[in-house]
């Protein structure tokens, strides 16, 4: 997993976005004569900014060191050299990347609840569920990787399709082995073209322009204080959202009636600063309006968002200050932060179902309980109690619900990431934990500032779906890496695997039915591909494959998903910045917020 910049020290989290990381050093314009060791993404560049915001943008083509002497990157399943390690000035007033690097330590068993943990739900329900199972972990080696294997109590859990990015198919059977039943279907020639491309707006400062959304009709993108839909296939603008304030966080689900939600600040801010992440809207997407906006005060001070998300008919919206919830409609209040209240909701997913991440206790020695709840009402469903040294959870998908956390601060990568634990979301039982060692597997999830903000990383299908990290390929010179397959119920492996190819990196994207949409990043001469996984069979059937002319290349690798969205749908693929900056007249490729591609025009 990659590496951000450690965060600083007594920093608390959840704070507004200030100054962005510091830009890389830009690439040559031709490739080297003599490969170098790791050329081509993801082969390791000199060391560049870490990752620590969605938006930190970097080109993986940077000038390559010499050759080295001695053989520099370990073999299969060893952790290579990390092109993300460089420390970078963090955004003012912003917590970095989850995680202090530190030695890994074994994975620890989930413990059972204690009565009063959780605090009551946003109505004060509480409701105590105590864990029984107990999770017997083990590591094995398979196919050259190293795998890790936790087995838990097979209760029966039914697992409907997701809404969201991580949304699977019914679950049939231990985990499910079922593929197909998608909708992207697989073209005679998979050969795209640049349909259109945004310019990437120039900027005194770095500014949030977080929120990218595709319907059937259009697709739409945060801008500078603004939100443009666009025809999804001709680029030509179909209508315009003014906001006062740069959006600061966005919900990456959509109802069934085309409408999402955004946070953003109430006026554009000073050069390095933040007017505050308070204000709440509902966007219909179809008819492109705002549809209300919404704030929340704490005594005199308005309290500020880091996350929202979107479930069923529901905006909910959470911080260091508690969560809060509005009808999607009429933008109604279904609840707030209680001022008396001992515990919060940190934040929320959302998708067909809405799952809370409360906090209780100090602030260095917090308990996190994962709440699934009602979304009008707010009462608690189903509530499991995270182990002890878990500071923050992330929600990789509401249904099926997954979470990750560094438990122990133990991930030593940055990534936020040292389990993921599986959970029944009707009764609460921790279904699996899945141990996912950061010298083996990417992904990241950034829980300290985004509750819901999980990238390369989906589960569905009944299965979670890990990439791996890179490792030699078969050519001389080359890097590349798999996808592979947990079983949520029992935590093992399946021995699935999906191949991304010498000079490739595969990283998943999102359920398509029972099968897997992933992006295979390019090496340094080709463009780059969304593939379909089958979830049965793991078959690989390719849906895109982007130019490989140099200028279009060029653009496409500083929207990678490590730091941009990335949105796929009706064969065509939308790939968009999160931060709009100081143009940097040496750059070498030109630079886009948005960058569609497709084979139709």
């Known amino acids: 997993m990659t590496q951000p910049p450690p965060p600083p020290p007594n920093q608390p989290p959840n704070q507004p976005p200030g100054q962005p990381p510091a830009q890389p050093p830009q690439p040559p314009a031709q490739p ?37 002497t001695a053989p520099q990157f ?20 912003m917590q970095p990347g989850y995680g202090h690097p530190g030695q890994g330590q074994p994975p620890t068993v989930p413990m059972a609840p204690r009565p009063g943990a959780g605090g009551g739900g946003r109505n004060n329900a509480v409701l105590l569920i105590v864990v029984a199972a107990v999770v017997a972990i083990a590591l094995i080696i398979g196919g050259g990787i190293w795998y890790a294997k936790s087995s838990g109590d097979h209760g029966k ?21 079922t593929g197909g039943g998608g909708k992207e279907k697989a073209p005679a020639d998979p050969s795209s073209r640049l349909l259109f491309g945004v310019p990437l707006p120039k900027a005194d400062d770095t500014v949030s322009v977080e929120g990218s959304w595709l319907t059937d009709t259009v697709y739409a993108k945060s801008g500078i204080a603004k939100i443009v839909g666009y025809d999804p296939v001709k680029g030509t603008e179909l209508w315009t959202i003014k906001l006062p304030g740069p959006v600061c966080a966005a919900s990456k689900h959509v109802d069934d009636d085309g409408r999402t939600a955004i946070a953003f600040q109430p006026k554009m801010p000073e050069k390095g600063s933040s007017a505050g992440c308070s204000q709440v809207a509902a966007i219909d997407l179809t008819a492109g309006k705002k549809l209300w906006t919404k704030s929340v005060k704490s005594g005199d001070y308005p309290v500020m968002f880091a996350n929202v998300t979107v479930a069923q008919h529901t905006v909910a919206v959470g911080g260091s200050d508690g969560g809060a919830a509005f ?6 209040t279904l609840w707030q932060p209680k001022p008396n209240d001992t515990c919060y909701d940190e934040g929320y997913g959302g998708g067909t179902r809405l799952v809370a991440v409360r906090k209780c206790g100090q602030y260095d020695d917090p308990q996190l309980n994962i709440q699934t709840i009602d979304p009008v009402s707010g009462k608690v469903i189903s509530e499991y109690r995270m182990p002890d040294g878990v500071l923050y959870a992330s929600i990789v998908s509401t249904d099926p619900l997954v979470v ?41 999830c950034d829980a300290t500032n985004r509750i819901e903000d999980c990238r390369q990383i989906v589960a569905g ?20 890496n798999e996808i592979v397959a947990f079983d949520l119920k029992t935590g093992k492996p399946t021995g699935q695997r999906a191949e991304a190819g010498d000079g490739y ?24 591909q969304v593939v ?11 849906l895109l494959e982007n130019p490989s002319t140099k200028s279009v290349r060029d653009s496409e690798v500083n929207l990678l998903p490590e730091y941009a969205e990335l949105r796929f749908g009706k064969g065509r693929l939308y790939m968009s910045a999160v931060f709009a900056k100081e143009r940097d007249m040496s750059s070498y490729s030109k630079e886009y917020l948005v960058m569609a591609f497709g084979a139709d025009g």
Do not use: C
Not at 40 to 65: I, K, L
Not at 513 to 522: D, E, F, V
Not at 532 to 542: C, E, L, Q, R, Y
């Open 32 to 68: 080297p004569q003599q490969p170098q060791p790791g050329y081509g993404y993801p082969q390791a560049p000199p060391p560049q900014p870490g990752y620590g915001y969605p938006g930190a943008q970097h080109n993986p083509y940077a000038q390559q060191p010499p050759a080295p």
């Open 74 to 93: 370990p073999g299969y399943g060893a952790q290579p050299p990390n092109p993300y390690a460089q420390p970078t000035q963090p955004m003012q007033g």
């Open 157 to 177: 859990h039914d697992t409907a399709s997701s809404g969201g990015a991580t949304g699977g198919s019914n679950d049939k059977g231990s985990g499910g082995t």
């Open 327 to 332: 009808d999607i409609e009429s933008g109604k």
């Open 404 to 444: 990750a956390a560094d438990v122990g601060q133990s991930a030593g990568d940055g990534s936020g990431v040292s389990d993921y634990f599986s959970i029944d979301d009707r009764t609460g039982k921790l279904l699996a934990r899945i141990p996912a060692p950061g010298d083996t597997y990417g992904g990241r």
């Open 461 to 480: 299908n009944g299965r979670l779906y890990l990439m791996t990290e890179a490792h030699d390929g078969k050519g001389e010179y080359t890097r590349t």
């Open 505 to 528: 990196t595969l990283s998943p994207l999102r359920m398509d039915g029972g099968s897997l949409i992933a992006y295979n990043a390019p090496p340094y001469n080709k463009g780059g």
């Open 532 to 542: 379909s996984i089958d979830g049965g069979s793991f078959k690989v059937t390719k």
